[in-house]
């Protein structure tokens, strides 16, 4: 079955379709809706004896599995696919995206979508997300601003809603709500070069992009129970807005040991405190911390490939040695040449006694 499924996306079967063709495997998984539980009965028997429970997730996962397949058999091995999948199980890593579901346009789901994106990230599903805006409901102004900030500092990142809501366009609801929407989606772009070394260690290495407080700080027991901020790999601390109304917010910056430094007003700060910052619909607190070097696109764009035509600039932040280091993962972006010839490029800095080397 998955390989006839996969034959379909061929460029002869498909008619319509061009080279530039991504998929989404949407409620890709058995339903019932009139069930308690809107699928099957968990012990609804399969073939061979097997109980629904155990084979529910597996229908998304080869399916997700077969759609990528296909992906890559139309472009003769040439392209890497994308597959946005709902269902997913232990594995689907290998084979794109997925996202949380049919979520609400509410301030606890936004507040939800970050422990539900950290708890997917420690299990290995690192390319996750959350429908920026709710998928059902409509958004206020302020609580889609926010939902576009806390979307831009996670690995997929999508606006997507139910086609009875209300249009949500950014510039629908003023220039304001449009020009902090606008200024966080350029962030995010300028971003993308150390998002794409995130995932580089991510392929390699097996360390997820988004890590809870602890996986960087594991003797810090204040952050054990952290959900609310979260490192963006070794070097960016991030705690989104997700309460409405909200003028200050209190950030814990873990370890006595470290330097933090405000990626908006460049303010230096001694870790193992927890520090009030004020906070406007502009301000989203995200850290750098001392000892790393990050890699972000300069000047604006308004597609990815915009930027990779764009200088690279980096951020160095000291720590108390006076001592900092990063990297940078290069590639075309699109082929497996980065496997089948090595054709890519993994930079080295370091900052060491007032004096910057790459290698």
């Not at 249009?167 to 150390?194: H, K, M, S």
Request: charged share 20%; glycine share 8%; aromatic share 14%.
């Amino acid at each position: 079955t998955r390989a006839w499924y996969s034959r379909c996306f061929s460029l002869n079967n498909f008619q319509g379709s061009t080279s530039s063709l991504f998929v989404w495997n949407d409620m890709n998984e058995p339903s019932v809706f009139d069930g308690p539980e809107q699928t099957m009965p968990k012990d609804a028997v399969h073939s061979g004896g097997w109980e629904h429970r155990d084979l529910h997730n597996l229908y998304g996962f080869y399916q997700q599995m077969a759609t990528a397949e296909g992906l890559l058999t139309r472009s003769g091995g040439q392209h890497r696919p994308f597959v946005l999948s709902r269902s997913f199980f232990a594995g689907s890593q290998r084979f794109g995206a997925i996202w949380t579901g049919d979520n609400v346009a509410t301030w606890d789901y936004l507040k939800i979508s970050i422990p539900m994106v950290l708890s997917l990230s420690v299990a290995g599903i690192t390319f996750c997300g959350a429908d920026v805006g709710g998928f059902v409901q409509d958004p206020d102004p302020e609580l889609l601003v926010r939902w576009y900030q806390a979307g831009a500092l996670t690995p997929f990142f999508r606006g997507h809603s139910a086609k009875e809501t209300n249009r949500r366009e950014p510039w629908l609801f003023g220039e304001e709500v449009t020009a902090a929407v606008r200024n966080t989606i350029q962030q995010r772009y300028q971003l993308l070069p150390y998002w794409y070394t995130l995932f580089y260690w991510a392929h390699t290495m097996g360390q997820p992009p988004l890590r809870p407080l602890w996986v960087e700080f594991p003797a810090e027991e204040d952050t054990f129970t952290m959900d609310n901020e979260y490192m963006i790999g070794g070097a960016l601390l991030a705690c989104p807005i997700t309460d409405p109304g909200v003028q200050q917010v209190q950030v814990l910056l873990p370890s006595s040991e470290e330097i933090w430094y405000d990626v908006q007003s460049l303010k230096v700060h001694k870790g193992g405190r927890t520090v009030i910052l004020p906070v406007t619909m502009d301000t989203v607190p995200v850290f750098q911390r001392g000892g790393t070097i990050i890699c972000r696109s300069t000047g604006s764009g308004s597609c990815s490939e915009d930027f990779q035509k764009l200088p690279l600039s980096l951020t160095v932040a000291l720590n108390s040695q006076e001592f900092a280091e990063g990297n940078l993962f290069l590639d075309d972006g699109y082929s497996f040449r980065y496997h089948d010839t090595k054709a890519f490029s993994l930079h080295s800095f370091k900052m060491d006694s007032g004096r910057l080397c790459s290698r």
